[in-house]
T-cell receptor
Framework: GAVVSQHPSWVICKSGTSVKIECRSL??????MFWYRQFPKQSLMLMAT?????????EQGVEKDKFLINHASLTLSTLTVTSAHPEDSSFYIC???????????FGEGSWLTVV | QKEVEQNSGPLSVPEGAIASLNCTYS??????FFWYRQYSGKSPELIMF????GDKEDGRFTAQLNKASQYVSLLIRDSQPSDSATYLC??????????FGKGTMLLVSP
């Protein structure tokens, strides 16, 4: 149980364009979803926390207008990187917290390369 | 600021040995503690979690928690080469948000 699916696994986009990453909880309802970013040889850094039907809460230093998060249902959250720049190239990982649970399960991650 | 500290390693152990991974945390109010394994280029996968002081065993893995010392560890018995990965300690201080350490790289040699 507790499977989280993330798509796409990797994406290459041109600088200035936008890219959307989807995160789905397949066999449970996720009250809360989390978006992390991980640069090479670094730890996971929380970008934002989203609850279904409400606005995401962004961590300090994360631009909410650049990283748009939508959590439209209990099983789907999306992260859109707008006007992407090469420095946005990273490994983006979503996590989902099962309703009533206290454990975060992660998706497979999405490698973003901005050229 | 909440911090989770881990030795970056690498920790090298021979196959069949016990690997001991350690983690300290700064927030005394932390409530739950997690160990994730992350293979290179992959997403973290949950190994186990612990909430109470003492030991918790799951197969070859044992998590140990000492809240007074703000210390949590993971023991891997009978280490296998497939256990070679980076092990991330994560601490939940409330509201389901996890704070991760930078991870310890474990290398198990055949």
């Amino acid at each position: 149980g507790a499977v989280v699916s993330q798509h796409p696994s990797w994406v290459i986009c041109k600088s200035g364009t936008s890219v959307k990453i989807e995160c789905r909880s397949l066999d449970f309802q996720a009250t809360t979803m989390f978006w992390y970013r991980q640069f090479p040889k670094q730890s996971l850094m929380l970008m934002a926390t989203s609850n279904e039907g409400s606005k995401a809460t962004y961590e300090q230093g994360v631009e909410k207008d650049k990283f748009l998060i939508n959590h439209a249902s209990l099983t789907l959250s999306t992260l859109t990187v707008t006007s992407a720049h090469p420095e946005d190239s990273s490994f983006y990982i979503c996590g989902a917290d099962e309703e009533g649970g206290n454990t975060i399960y992660f998706g497979e991650g999405s490698w973003l390369t901005v050229v | 600021q909440k911090e989770v500290e881990q030795n970056s390693g690498p920790l090298s152990v021979p196959e069949g040995a016990i690997a001991s991974l350690n983690c300290t945390y700064s927030d005394r109010g932390s409530q739950s503690f997690f160990w994730y394994r992350q293979y290179s280029g992959k997403s973290p996968e949950l190994i186990m979690f612990i909430y109470s002081n003492g030991d918790k065993e799951d197969g070859r893995f044992t998590a140990q928690l000492n809240k007074a010392s703000q210390y949590v560890s993971l023991l891997i018995r009978d280490s296998q080469p497939s256990d070679s990965a980076t092990y991330l300690c994560a601490v939940n201080s409330g509201y389901s948000t996890l704070t991760f350490g930078k991870g310890t790289m474990l290398l198990v040699s055949p």
